[in-house]
Nanobody
Framework: QVQLVESGGGLVQPGGSLRLSCAAS????????IGWVRQVPGKEREGVAW????????YYPASAKGRFTISRDNAKNTVFLQMNSLKPEDTAVYHC????????????????????WGKGTLVNVSS
C-alpha cells in the first residue's frame, strides 16, 4: 500500500522560503506521478506541482510557476517542494499526493485523479 508522509511545514514570513518533504513508500509500479496539493478551508484543493517517475518531467500551474520547485531523491524515496517568495495566499495545508500510471507532458492526474494522499503539513505565511 502506498504511504505518503509529509514534513517541513511551519510559520514563515512573506517573501521567505520553505522546503517540504514527502517520504513515499509502497509503490508497486515504476510509473506514477507524485506531487503537492494544497487545501485552504472553504476553497477547492489546488495542485501546485507534479513530477513524473518515468522521466522526472514536472508540471506547475501559473500560481506556482517560477516560485515552487518539485524534486526527488530516489535513494531516499523522498520528494521535495521548495517554495520561494512565499505570499500570505500560499497559506494552506499541503498534501503529498500520487497516482499510478504514465504521466508527463500535458497528462497529469490533477486533484481528481490522485489516488493516494498524505495527511498534510500546515504552511502559514504571515508576518
Amino acid at each position: 500500500q502506498v504511504q505518503l508522509v509529509e514534513s517541513g511545514g511551519g510559520l514563515v514570513q512573506p517573501g521567505g522560503s520553505l522546503r517540504l518533504s514527502c517520504a513515499a513508500s509502497g509503490f508497486t509500479s515504476d510509473y506514477y506521478a507524485i506531487g503537492w496539493v494544497r487545501q485552504v478551508p472553504g476553497k477547492e484543493r489546488e495542485g501546485v506541482a507534479w513530477l513524473s517517475s518515468s522521466d522526472a518531467s514536472t508540471y506547475y500551474p501559473a500560481s506556482a510557476k517560477g516560485r515552487f520547485t518539485i524534486s526527488r531523491d530516489n535513494a531516499k524515496n523522498t520528494v521535495f517542494l521548495q517554495m520561494n517568495s512565499l505570499k500570505p495566499e500560499d497559506t494552506a495545508v499541503y498534501h503529498c499526493a500520487a497516482a499510478e500510471g504514465r504521466y508527463g507532458g500535458s497528462w497529469w492526474p490533477g486533484v481528481a485523479g490522485a489516488r493516494y494522499w498524505g495527511k498534510g503539513t500546515l504552511v502559514n505565511v504571515s508576518s
